[in-house]
């Protein structure tokens, strides 16, 4: 017996479903009313029904304006998203995805901090801290946004701090490494995963960048790459450590038919997947935690906060970090140099209390 079937509908119908029928005839149906359209497909009342349907569901395709959804539409078609860069972009669309329901009937003129409020708790309830955390960021961009163009009045979240404190007694993510830890993993890594644990903690680079790198990024001396994150582009001296490694590693690759131009390449000669990558860290960090030779918590956005501090801690200023980081601003850049400010002021204070031959 036959099945129905789906057909694909001419261009000239856009909106139309063609279901093939047990007995061969086809029937044409509108796809979102899911309502049955006259037999006769391409005639004038076919036609004249195809239009009414449309312009009867038409208003609930493209949210009002003065809603919070319409101005996440506003904000998409305007050069300041389409600037962003596309990991950026995507983020975002993320986040509008996840608050589009109750942001169809959210009137931006009775936006109250309160509301972002009861987003910011619905979303931790649902995808933790983290992405309620990057909601409210998002939110206060996009209003700020709204109110440089004249759509909104006043942001009210602009002077507010509304992001959720990490809880106490969690550990904090993505924390640095521990110099022990990094001779540790990069003693123990080998191939495709030691080039890429080298560039990440002498060089800050993120895990994506890393993956891309080619050696015609790589002149022997230095490294120049554009970040996938910002679009800045970043070009560093390389340590003699890490050009130690990547020339190693570049003078055994393996012979295979089709020569990679990746710096991280895995045992067959082929790049990394991102998944596959991190499975090979993973593992190579676990064997190490189990063995006792570093702490729990490592993770490969850590050797990026391990190359700043590092930097902070030999005296570098703000914009020295930033410019190894390849940062627009100094807001990371600063909590690194204050961070190793702590640490010096601290080792100061234990020493003031214990000086050299003191006995208590």
């Known amino acids: 017996m036959a099945i129905p079937t789906t057909i694909t509908p001419p261009a000239s119908f856009p909106g139309v479903q063609l279901i093939r029928q047990k007995n061969g005839v086809v029937r044409a149906y509108h796809r979102k009313s899911k ?29 009002l304006r003065g809603t919070l959804a319409g101005l996440f539409d506003a904000y998409r078609e305007n050069p300041e998203f389409r ?21 169809e009937q959210k009137l931006l003129l009775n936006f109250k901090v309160k509301d ?28 700020n946004w709204g109110a440089l163009y004249g759509l909104i009045d006043v942001n009210p979240l602009a002077d507010k701090r509304l992001k959720l404190k990490r ?3 969690m550990p904090k993510a993505n924390r640095r490494w521990a110099s022990y830890e990094c001779d540790a993993v990069l003693e123990a890594a080998a191939g495709g ?30 490294l120049t790459w554009v970040q996938g994150k910002t679009g800045e582009p970043v070009r560093l001296p390389v340590a003699s ?16 038919g089709v020569e990679h131009l990746e710096l991280v390449l895995n045992q067959t000669g082929q ?13 190579l960090i676990h064997k190490l935690e189990i063995a006792g030779a570093v702490m729990p918590g490592l993770t490969f ?18 914009h020295e970090i930033a410019a190894m980081l390849g940062q627009k601003t100094l807001i990371m850049a600063a909590h690194y140099s204050a961070e190793a400010n702590r640490e010096k002021l601290g080792e100061a204070a234990i020493i003031r209390l214990n000086p050299p031959g003191m006995v208590r």
């Open 271 to 283: 790049p990394y997947t991102p998944d596959g990558f991190r499975t090979m860290l993973w593992k």
């Open 116 to 143: 972002a409020l009861e987003i910011r708790n619905a979303a931790e309830k649902k995808h933790k801290r983290h992405f309620a955390n990057y909601c409210v960021t998002v939110l206060r961009l996009v209003l």
């Open 83 to 103: 600037g962003l860069a596309p990991r950026t972009r995507a983020d975002y669309e993320k986040v509008f995805l996840f608050l589009r329901p109750g942001a």
């Open 301 to 318: 956005h850590g050797l990026r906060h391990t190359a700043a501090t590092a930097l902070a801690d030999l005296g570098a200023s703000p």
């Open 167 to 169: 809880p106490h007694g």
């Open 193 to 222: 995963v030691r080039v890429a644990i080298a560039m990440g903690m002498f060089l800050g680079m993120r895990e994506g960048d890393v993956l891309r790198a080619t050696r015609m990024n790589y002149d022997g001396a230095r």
């Open 241 to 256: 450590r890490l050009k130690a490694i990547l020339d190693e590693a570049l003078a055994a690759r393996p012979a295979t």
């Open 35 to 63: 309502t049955r359209l006259p037999d006769a497909i391409g005639s004038p009342e076919f036609l004249a029904e195809l239009e009414r349907l449309n312009a009867k569901v038409r208003p609930s395709d493209k949210p």
